[in-house]
């Protein structure tokens, strides 16, 4: 499975960005998905995860409210809708795919990592 994440920017504090995971290779509508992030100096941190059919979502505590989590299985892609940023969200955000078709949320159940897209908010 292949991961082309897009999407990122420069953006004020309190404005929204919309990142974009394209998948492709073996089946990738059959494998949850993630999203992680990782700051300069810091390790990376599990954003937010979807099950392989979109039933199951879960987010990290500090996004949940804020960020919301989506995927298209007929285009391959999955959505990180990013709403009220905050300065502490800057980072290169990674989308991520595991074989266990739930929503995974620890960094080494992934088996598959796109190249990352960096997310930079200003205050």
């Known amino acids: 499975v292949q991961l082309q994440a897009s999407g990122g920017g420069l953006v004020q504090a309190g404005g929204s960005l919309r990142l974009s995971c394209a998948a492709s290779g073996r089946t990738p509508s059959y494998y949850g998905m993630g999203w992680f992030r990782q700051a300069p100096g810091k390790e990376r941190e599990f954003v937010a995860a979807i099950s392989w059919n979109g039933g199951s979502t879960y987010y990290a505590d500090s996004v949940k409210g804020r960020f919301t989590v989506s995927r298209d299985n007929a285009k391959n892609m999955v959505y990180l809708q990013m709403n009220s940023l905050k300065p502490e969200d800057t980072a290169v955000y990674y989308c991520?795919?595991?074989?266990?078709?739930?929503?995974?949320?620890?960094?080494?159940?992934?088996?598959?990592w796109g190249q990352g897209t960096q997310v930079t908010v200003s205050s």
């Open positions: 991520a795919a595991t074989r266990y078709t739930g929503a995974a949320m620890r960094v080494y159940e992934y088996d598959y």
